[in-house]
């Protein structure tokens, strides 16, 4: 069983949906979950040794939703090194758009870059192609939970 910190940064709710998702899946497979809708840097410093799943879409122009801003801010601008975490991201995102899933991308290469390490692939998940973007996230977070220890 592990300790997981679900981080929302969503716009009109579909990011949220996934995120609910979610933890109902790693909370059935024995996970202690919390879900953070409006994250600060003190709860993300809580899964410092644990594990992080950030699940956003994109706005703007590959921009990341104002509910994730001041999160990603304080990992950039606070947090230089954070080799312990280990994370996952489901980045929401629409193809028909220039910048395709940029938050969760830019999300991914900053914790990247301050040494995190990403347990399994991005999923991008686009709504283009899939209105449900569930359906897509579930069997992903399955899999996902099976890396926790
Ligand atoms: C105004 C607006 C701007 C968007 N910009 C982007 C973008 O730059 N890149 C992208 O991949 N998707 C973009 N999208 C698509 C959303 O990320 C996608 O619809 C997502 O499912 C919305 O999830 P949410 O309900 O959690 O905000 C945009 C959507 C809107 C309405």
């Known amino acids: 069983m592990a300790q997981v910190g679900i981080f929302v940064g969503t716009v009109y709710g579909n990011a949220l949906l996934v995120a609910e998702d979610a933890e109902a899946i790693l909370t059935k497979q024995g996970h202690q979950v919390t879900l953070f809708e409006e994250g600060t840097l003190e709860a993300w410093q809580c899964y410092r040794s644990h594990y992080a799943l950030?699940?956003?879409?994109?706005?703007?122009?590959?921009?990341?939703?104002?509910?994730?801003?001041?999160?990603?801010?304080?990992?950039?601008?606070?947090?230089?090194y954070q080799p312990e975490l280990r994370y996952g991201i489901i980045a929401l995102g629409d193809s028909s758009?220039?910048?395709?899933?940029?938050?969760g991308r830019s999300f991914d290469a900053l914790l990247q870059e301050q040494g995190a390490a990403r347990l399994g692939e991005r999923l991008e998940?686009?709504?283009?192609?899939?209105?449900?973007?569930?359906?897509?996230?579930?069997?992903?977070?399955q899999q996902w939970g099976t890396l926790l220890k």
């Open 125 to 141: 998940i686009d709504a283009m192609e899939q209105p449900e973007p569930e359906v897509v996230s579930g069997p992903w977070v």
């Open 54 to 80: 950030v699940v956003t879409s994109t706005t703007g122009q590959g921009n990341l939703p104002d509910s994730i801003v001041p999160l990603y801010e304080a990992i950039r601008e606070q947090l230089g």
């Open 97 to 103: 758009y220039d910048h395709f899933c940029g938050a």
